[in-house]
């Protein structure tokens, strides 16, 4: 039969000292996996906001590759001329900095609901952000009656927020330059790069984020056959 004194050995509680230990280590493990699912957590968003961005990035890029991509000879009735001097007057300053020349291009939608063809005149600009900063838009503007009877009302589409530079340039043959005139060479450039610069902030990283397409021209004017010819090209 076991003494009172054991008895009271096995019934004794936890001491001060135990608890206090115990609530450390809790409090520990409680903390460690705070930090993980914290941890975890900022992952999942900043992973799926990277996502995002270079989502809406590539559309825009693809956007801007189908519109290149379906350059236009000049002259015709629907088709004009490529010029980087010469700007039409009709969006002149009304959307921001220009950045690109008037491209005529086939990449408009036709579906039933929509009285256009394919053909469409579209130019890019850079305007003022809307939400403020140092950043800009890239804004395209489109036009889809190239035959109207009053003035035409272009459409503006915000492509893509944060962007810091936008360039255009055209490839001769031997080099890029960043100026075209079809009406006095009377050829399209052989590619079109268009080099786009988001800013540090939007992309998200410690130096602006370059992003560079370069599109062949596969219309080529009579002049510009004969020039490739002589260059041995063809």
Same mark, same amino acid.
């Given at each position: 039969m076991p003494s009172r004194f054991s008895l009271r050995r096995v019934e004794r509680g936890f001491t001060l000292l135990e608890l206090l230990l115990a609530?450390?280590?809790?409090?520990?493990?409680?903390?460690?996996?705070?930090?993980?699912?914290?941890?975890?957590?900022?992952?999942?968003n900043t992973t799926h906001e990277r996502i995002e961005e270079d989502?809406?990035?590539?559309?825009t890029l693809s956007i801007v590759q189908r519109d290149f991509s379906g350059l236009m000879l000049p002259g015709g009735t629907l088709s004009g001329e490529l010029q980087t001097t010469t700007f039409s007057s009709m969006a002149t300053g009304s959307a921001g900095e220009r950045v690109s020349p008037d491209i005529y291009t086939n990449s408009g939608k036709v579906d039933g609901w929509n009285p256009f063809s394919e053909v469409q005149m579209v130019a890019y600009y850079l305007a003022a952000a809307t939400a403020g900063?140092?950043?800009?838009? *890239?804004?395209?503007? +489109?036009?889809?009656?190239?035959?109207?009877? @009053?003035?035409?009302?272009? /459409? &503006?589409?915000? #492509?893509?927020?944060?962007?810091?530079?936008?360039?255009?340039?055209?490839?001769?043959?031997?080099?890029?330059?960043?100026?075209?005139?079809?009406?006095?060479?009377?050829?399209?450039?052989?590619?079109?790069?268009?080099?786009?610069?988001?800013?540090?902030?939007?992309?998200?990283?410690?130096?602006?984020?370059?992003?560079? *397409?370069?599109?062949? +021209?596969?219309?080529?004017?009579?002049?510009? @056959?004969?020039?490739?010819? /002589? &260059?041995?090209? #063809?």
């Open positions: 609530t450390a280590v809790g409090a520990i493990v409680l903390l460690v996996i705070q930090s993980t699912f914290f941890g975890a957590l900022r992952l999942h989502r809406v990035i590539q559309r900063g140092n950043t800009k838009d *890239l804004v395209r503007v +489109v036009t889809r009656n190239l035959l109207p009877v @009053q003035e035409a009302v272009p /459409e &503006e589409q915000v #492509l893509l927020h944060g962007v810091a530079t936008v360039t255009v340039s055209f490839y001769d043959g031997s080099g890029w330059t960043d100026s075209w005139d079809s009406s006095t060479s009377a050829t399209l450039p052989s590619a079109l790069k268009f080099s786009l610069t988001m800013s540090p902030k939007a992309a998200g990283v410690s130096g602006a984020a370059l992003h560079e *397409l370069i599109v062949p +021209v596969v219309a080529t004017t009579t002049t510009s @056959q004969t020039l490739a010819a /002589e &260059e041995g090209l #063809l």
